[in-house]
């Protein structure tokens, strides 16, 4: 329950208004309309340091509408649809209004994300990165150590009892479409899910075409989908990704890779951004720039491959409505805050060149190409 303790119920102190800084110690989320978040607070006015505050977010109301979250302040929190955007140990201010027995949020912002803390422990510098990678990025077992700290110190929400969902049955996934409940799929539908992609590349561009040149797979993680390139059409593969691993590519991707002669995909350890991408001599020699599920970055990659004229083929996922509040679907100016309308939004960056087709594997399988001039 989020109902206040009595040592909590602070009306009596006389401020029916306040503003607190504090850390998230839990967080639920309700949909796109309700959620709720306890505060552990640090820097309060009538308050003890220490305590905590449950506090709602109500869209309608006292809450901004969406087009006013974009305070003049710089204030540029969005509504947390979602339980991720109230990250637990994330450092936030909140103005909080009385109403009855909830504090209601009227505006709010994140001081200190612990994932950008995490992150900012596990950079890798240049110098320090091994022989597989080449740049910089971050460590991921650092990574995880970091976020579980931050996680372990603050979570103190009690272990769910929910059962878990089972996955689905591989054997259905011929022509599945998107649904609410599709996103990334479990490890077996991963890999899958990577050689389709790969094999399809190949059916639409030709060995020839991919044996010939350079394909840079972006966010690719351990470069799965370019290790099924590799194996498919002898493509020469690098994977961007920004998350430094102790070990990339399987012993049994590498017996693989050598059984047929092909080449090991190289790994940069960067982040990827429209900026430095343009002027990056690898991606302006690139044959094919992909991304499989690339999640933040999605749009960027599509921006860069269509500047430079590149053939690009990107399967999106996730949204990220939150961390984009300005994107619209340019039919009806509205948000975009679905599956099927960001890839309607990522479709009219090119109307011309830009097609969509949905391929048999499970979770979220559309894919957003062109392949060139001689595209059908």
């Known amino acids: 329950s989020f109902t206040m303790g009595d040592d909590q119920k602070v009306e009596e102190r006389g401020r029916e208004e306040k503003e607190l800084c504090g850390t998230i110690t839990r967080r639920r989320s309700m949909g796109k309309k309700l959620a709720f978040a306890t505060i552990l607070y640090q820097e309060v006015d009538d308050l003890d340091s220490g305590s905590s505050i449950q506090v709602c977010f109500q869209r309608g109301g006292i809450m901004p509408t969406p087009d006013a979250w974009i305070e003049e302040d710089g204030i540029r929190e969005p509504f947390p649809a979602k339980a991720s955007s109230l990250p637990f140990g994330a450092k936030v201010w909140v103005e909080v209004l009385r109403s009855g ?23 890798v510098s240049v110098s320090n990165s091994d022989s597989h990678h080449q740049g910089g990025g971050y460590s991921a077992s650092d990574y995880l150590k ?7 110190a603050t979570n103190h929400h009690p272990a769910s009892t929910r059962k878990s969902t089972p996955a689905r049955s591989l054997s259905n996934m011929q022509g599945v479409t998107d649904t609410a409940d599709d996103g990334h799929g479990d490890k077996q539908a991963k890999s899958m ?3 389709v992609f790969a094999q399809w590349i190949v059916e639409q561009m030709g060995i020839e075409r991919l044996r010939g040149g350079s394909v840079i797979d ?7 989908a370019s290790i099924e390139l590799s194996i498919q059409s002898q493509a020469s593969c690098t994977v961007i990704d920004p998350m430094q691993r102790k070990r990339l590519v399987s012993k049994r991707d590498l017996k693989r890779l050598k059984k047929i002669d092909g080449p090991v995909p190289t790994f940069r350890s960067e982040w990827f951004s429209k900026d430095s991408a343009l002027t990056d001599p690898l991606i302006q020699d690139a044959t094919l720039v992909i991304g499989l599920h690339p999640d933040q970055c999605t749009e960027d990659i599509l921006d860069v491959a269509l500047a430079l004229n590149k053939p690009v083929a ?3 996922c996730c949204v990220y409505a939150s961390f984009f509040p300005m994107r619209t679907v340019g039919k009806t100016g509205a948000p975009v805050n679905s599956y099927g309308e960001f890839c309607e939004y990522l479709l009219e960056k090119d109307p011309a060149r830009l097609r969509m087709k949905e391929l048999p594997f499970e979770g979220k399988n559309r894919v957003i190409y062109w392949f060139g001039s001689d595209q059908d």
């Open 146 to 152: 970091a976020r579980y700290v931050y996680f372990a």
């Open 218 to 224: 972006v966010a690719g993680g351990r470069g799965q």
């Open 314 to 316: 990107i399967v999106p």
């Open 101 to 123: 027995e909830k504090w209601l949020v009227k505006r709010w912002e994140v001081l200190e994300h612990p994932q950008e803390i995490a992150q900012r422990e596990a950079m």
């Open 193 to 195: 899910r990577s050689k």
